[in-house]
């Protein structure tokens, strides 16, 4: 890795920094009130596959979600309690077999280091619940440029009415 490459990265990584901050500000202003619950609770309130991924960071199979396909007019939520987190017109076709989004609800979700598998990724996860939705890559489309590449089973598809 070059000397330029290295500082691309590593600036992205501190505005990645950043964002937790920025969401708890986004948090107050909006009244959104963060909620815990036992692992018990979690248990009853999800099914195994949701609790492997919301509560224990799980990833699911690729090309396994319905919400990969899903091109109606709505809102994703958190599977875990109900926070919106991406209206449907920032998803788009990543071709990687998980929903994918350029843009984020402001404030609605909150991120942190990843470390597993010997990677530094950018985990994000709900930012009412706590709940792990994936991971936030630089390498989407504009305007952002960002992937939030998110587990289906992490979400609930809201369609708007009408």
Request: charged share 20%; with cysteine.
């Amino acid at each position: 890795m070059d000397r330029r490459t290295f500082i691309r990265i590593a600036a992205g990584g501190a505005c990645i920094a950043l964002l937790p901050s920025l969401a708890a500000k986004a948090l107050a202003d909006e009244g959104i009130v963060r909620i815990t619950r036992t692992d018990e609770e979690w248990r009853k309130l999800l099914t195994s596959a949701q609790y492997r991924i919301l509560r224990e960071a799980g990833t699911e199979r690729p090309f396994s979600s319905p919400l990969d396909h899903e091109w109606r007019t709505g809102t994703y939520a958190c599977a875990g309690c109900g926070l919106a987190l991406f209206p449907s017109n920032f998803k788009y076709d990543s071709g990687t077999g998980w929903p994918s989004f350029y843009d984020v609800l402001p404030g609605h979700v909150e991120t942190r280091p990843d470390l597993s598998f010997a990677m530094v990724r950018t985990e994000y996860h709900c930012a009412r619940c706590g709940g792990h939705q994936g991971h936030l890559f630089h390498d989407g489309p504009r305007p952002t440029g960002l992937r939030y590449c998110n587990n289906g089973l992490a979400l609930h598809f809201i369609p708007e009415k009408g």
